[in-house]
């Protein structure tokens, strides 16, 4: 995210503290929504501002929300995101290079504390960081996950109120697929321990800071 669209953001933050708790969580569902588009960060920060003016404006009249956007909420953000300038390839190919580092340098902190840890208890003076394939598949299977779970957040962020049999249905599922993940994960962990990775921890932590600072720059690029 560059500057101007840091910018915004923080002026948005900012204004949407004045929308009343009754708008409160239609204005996020929208955001939210708005989030898995695949309209730029600056783009989506231009919709946000547009949004916020219009619920305020309402707010000062004494209307609500539903009011002022006539109910039709996932409809008319298909249609504000319809009429603007999506991604090119290369804007979303910096994109995801840039999310992908944020995963893998964030990963990769997680992996030096543990290895810090391990290396505590054990006295290893050594210090080493080690990677099996079962650390490797793990951080596969939660980069996958994780961006499953974003991706079905943001498309159903609108979807119309379900009953409640439907929204406990939609939890229990949630959970059970939380469950597998994290069984899948201590299965790699426990069943595919070969040691691919051995260096010095100190060698590894400057590894992980050279990522977190490719991401920043890559990231400062994305408009």
Known sequence: MN???????KKNNSREEAILD????????MVVYLRGSDLTEYNQELV????????????ERGDDIQKVMGGNYKEIC????DAMPKMSAKEKIIDLV?????MLWILGAINVIINFTINLIDRNSEFNFTLSIGDILAGI???IFSNGVVWYVTKTALNEQQINIKKKRSLFKGWLS???VFATILFAGLYFDTVVINIHLITAVIIISLIFIASKIINSRVY
């Open 3 to 9: 500057k101007i669209t840091k910018s915004m953001l």
């Open 141 to 143: 299977i939660i980069i």
């Open 178 to 180: 939380l469950v597998m």
């Open 22 to 29: 009754e708008n409160q969580e239609i204005y996020t569902n």
């Open 98 to 102: 840039g999310t992908s580092l944020n």
């Open 78 to 81: 298909d249609d504000i995101i």
């Open 48 to 59: 946000r501002e547009d949004l916020i003016e219009l619920i305020l404006d309402g707010q």
